[in-house]
């Protein structure tokens, strides 16, 4: 009865426009605070408080606002401008050559910021305005430019498999490498998607492939392309964890936008050139600071929030009879999956990515493990779900964000982005009916003895 009561009022609250981490602290406020009164419980209403400050007390998640501001830092400085020049030279010259520089330039972004919003609204303002210049329908831009930016959080590094690592006690430098493989292909499907619309619409090339061109775009993106190398590398030879792999992709994109690009455009005006870098200012880095506080700020009270709604959940074994119930209808690997799959896919139209991780895992994940399903296959699944539902209505922030990037009506955003989830929802049945896209690698890795 109580736990009838916790989640009806969890779902009044969402309806209602209640924010997220406030249903999730407030249900189950509700849940002890009833149950004492009635005697059902003894647990004091106090406990809220304890399990809120103890569900984020974990070091990797000071993975979050590092990664967080490094991709904010990369969007202000304008590193992301580089990237995307170094995307026109390398595949500009391809027919309908803008979608896939798109698509590349996201795949190189992925390996920095982890989110697919900074994506969207760093690199898809550069990309939706040069596409529009170009030629191109706004709504495939502003479509091609949501379904690249999914790819994000699925290469590493990845907030959201980040706090999927700490919910499911999974190693998070498995869940990074395992998700390099299935980005890859992401952006593969999309690229041969953009490939069939330039061959059925006649577009052709928007840019001739010079040698020279791409050499002094490498060279002036070079620092910033080592970026998911260093990071990755690092973490596989064991050099760092992810968290300090987190903060030293902050203090590199601090010291790129500061003192190299400085140093480069005093180089430049002393030969008389035109400075070509931006430079960071104080009131750019105060602003980018805030900005981080402000969205770590929120991450972190969804993840307390849905910490307290969990143990609930765990201490009155509803987890155990809905893993039994889930049993009885998806007895092998494949059915539960399927299932998981619709059922993720109509989540993440209603919840936000990092509440659903934080909510669903410890549901989800024990029952997973009884059919032989791998942790890390199983993470990299719940993810590419819950990026897709970025793109769907009523939540999808990926939506909100372009409208306001592009200038559409977010009616126009969504009918643009229908289209795309087609190349992400075979990607989808693809890493879930062949669990090697997604274990070889790491498991490759750990054989020879770097993971």
């Known amino acids: 009865m109580l ?70 830092l990369m969007n202000s400085a304008g590193i992301t401008k580089q990237i995307y020049d170094f995307a026109v030279a390398a595949v500009g010259w391809l027919r309908g050559g803008l979608g896939h520089v798109n698509v590349a330039g996201s795949v190189i972004f992925a390996g920095m910021s982890g989110t697919a919003v900074a994506d969207a609204g760093g690199l898809g303002t550069i990309e939706i305005k040069a596409m529009r210049d170009h030629g191109y329908d706004t709504k495939f831009a502003v479509g091609l430019t949501a379904a690249s930016s999914t790819i994000g959080p699925i290469i590493p590094p990845s ?7 700490v919910v499911a006690n999974a190693s998070i430098n498995a869940l990074f490498v395992a998700g390099i493989i299935p980005g890859l292909i992401m952006a593969l499907f999309m690229s041969a998607t953009v490939a069939l619309y330039a061959h059925h619409y006649g577009i052709g090339r928007d840019a001739r492939f010079e040698l020279g061109r791409l050499g002094r775009s490498f060279l002036n993106a070079f620092l910033p392309l080592l970026t998911p190398a260093i990071i990755i590398g690092g973490m596989s030879f064991g050099l760092f964890t992810p968290t300090e792999a987190a903060v030293f992709a902050c203090a590199y994109a601090l010291l790129l936008s500061t003192v190299i690009h400085r140093s480069f455009n005093l ?33 972190l009270l969804i993840v307390a ?34 299932l998981v799959n619709v059922f993720l896919l109509i ?91 997604v274990l070889w690698l790491p498991r490759f890795l750990k054989e020879i003895g770097y993971l």
Not at 268 to 295: C, H, K, N, W
Request: net charge neutral.
């Open 267 to 299: 180089v430049l005006a002393a030969r008389g050139q035109r400075p070509r870098y931006s430079v960071l200012s104080l009131r750019q880095f105060i602003r980018v600071t805030m900005d981080t506080i402000e969205t770590t700020a929120v991450v």
């Open 347 to 437: 989540v993440g139209c209603f919840m936000e990515t990092i509440a659903a991780i934080t909510i669903l895992t410890p549901v989800l994940l024990p029952v997973a493990i009884k059919l032989g399903i791998d942790p890390v296959h199983f993470g990299l699944i719940m993810v590419l779900n819950l990026m897709i539902g970025l793109l769907t209505p009523p939540v999808g922030m990926v939506l909100y964000v372009l409208t306001r990037v592009a200038k559409i009506s977010f009616e126009e955003c969504m009918k643009a982005c229908a289209p795309w989830l087609v190349p992400l929802l075979l990607v989808l049945l693809l890493i879930t009916f062949v669990p090697e896209t």
């Open 3 to 72: 736990i009838t009561l916790m989640l009806v009022a969890l779902l009044v609250m969402i309806v209602i426009g209640v924010p997220i981490a406030v249903a999730l602290a407030g249900s189950s406020l509700l849940f002890l605070f009833v149950g004492n009164l009635t005697g059902e419980i003894t647990t004091p209403v106090i406990t809220v408080i304890h399990r809120m400050v103890n569900g984020v007390d974990s070091f990797p998640l000071l993975a979050v606002p590092f990664f967080i501001m490094a991709g904010n």
């Open 305 to 338: 929030g849905a910490s307290i709604f969990g143990w609930v959940l765990t201490t009155t074994r509803t987890t155990d009879a809905l893993g039994e119930w889930i049993i009885t209808y998806a007895a092998d690997p494949i059915t539960f999956l399927l």
């Open 159 to 165: 907030l959201p498999l980040v706090i999927y690592g």
